[in-house]
């Protein structure tokens, strides 16, 4: 039983150890997709393990083709990084995922903690701050920002992240809207959450009402796209977005034009990018980050971190065991 992995593992303390009790495996972290094809051929291997944050490409026919995997065995809950038309219909492969495995998920609060610090770093300028002060200056007055109390906080999306993030605001003096037509919303008479500053909204009051607005939810053929020109233009002036969900949710053309104009848009904070299995280095939201004179085209309102969401010590350490754990499973 052969795997190969695609993803680094030796970083973390007994997870490389741990494959090696568990399976027969080959380790390629910085493999490329051509180079992978050839591998899965040549080694005949059944299972492969992954990671969406450090793969730069889709897992689809042209890496698959004539080889023979059985498994995919991804340490993500997400799954875009996967074309599961084809790995589950045409080639039958099976893909484990974390995204039912609760008693793990529930105790991963890593990218709900993320999105917490890029609403903070765009609400008080720290990205600024620090570049102002690397330049020489020591001048507060252009970094004036806001605090956290007494903001509106929207949330699209009470699944596990979302509920986390509702903890994590707890204490903060924020009033909380949600939106999620598949969860239970209703957190009325929680101890944790005073019903005067939780509610469950439909979308137009969200963004109506938000000073801050978190994407929490996965990407479907129901939330593509959907922050668009009208999602934007419902916003109220000024407001916050941050996305540690999926880029496809975000048409970037439209948020570029949203905050070169700086007449919508307060800033985006983003751990994902549209075309992240492609090259990032294509990508428009970077090259706008990335613009001259900041003061003119509105970049200064724009914090982007490389899908850094679940990449903490303690969350990789916890989530890839317990993926490497799904091989021992096999054997027993």
Not at 161 to 169: C, M, R, S
Not at 216 to 221: C, G, T
Request: charged content about 25%; hydrophobic content about 35%.
């Amino acid at each position: 039983m052969k795997c190969i992995c695609i993803t680094p593992i030796k970083h973390l303390e007994g997870v490389y150890q741990a494959f090696e009790e568990i399976i027969d495996f080959d380790y390629h972290p910085n493999i490329e997709k051509d180079e992978l094809n050839k591998l899965l051929i040549d080694t005949g291997a059944h299972y492969l393990f992954t990671n969406p944050n450090k793969q730069n490409f889709i897992l689809d026919e042209e890496v698959l083709e004539n080889s023979n995997i059985k498994v995919i065995n991804t340490c993500s809950t997400g799954l875009n990084h996967i074309d599961l038309q084809y790995v589950l219909g045409e080639k039958n492969i099976e893909v484990w995922s974390l995204k039912e495995d609760f008693e793990l998920i529930d105790d991963l609060p890593s990218t709900a903690e993320l999105s917490f610090g890029l609403m903070l770093s765009l609400l008080r300028k720290i990205p600024q701050g620090f570049d102002s002060v690397k330049k020489g200056n020591w001048d507060y007055e252009p970094l004036i920002g806001r605090q956290v109390k007494g903001l509106t906080i929207g949330i699209f999306g009470f699944g596990r992240l979302g509920k986390i993030l509702v903890k994590l605001l707890k204490g903060w003096g924020v009033n909380i809207l949600v939106n999620d037509p598949y969860a239970d919303c209703k957190y009325s008479g929680h101890e944790e959450f005073p019903p005067h500053k939780f509610s469950e909204v439909e979308p137009k009051e969200l963004l109506e009402k938000s000073d801050v607005v978190f994407l929490h939810l996965h990407a479907n053929e129901e939330t593509r796209n959907m922050v668009d020109r009208e999602f934007l233009s419902s916003m109220k002036k000024g407001a916050i977005l941050i996305n540690t969900s999926r880029g496809e949710l975000v048409d970037e053309k439209e948020i570029i034009k949203s905050l070169h104009s700086r007449d919508e848009l307060g800033g985006y904070g983003t751990d994902v990018i549209r075309d992240e299995f492609g090259n990032v280095k294509n990508s428009k939201l970077i090259e706008f980050a990335n613009s001259r004179y900041p003061e003119i085209m509105g970049n200064d309102r724009i914090v982007i971190t490389p899908h850094v969401g679940g990449m903490t010590w303690e969350g990789q350490t916890k989530a890839y065991k317990w993926a490497v754990d799904k091989f021992g499973e096999i054997n027993g």
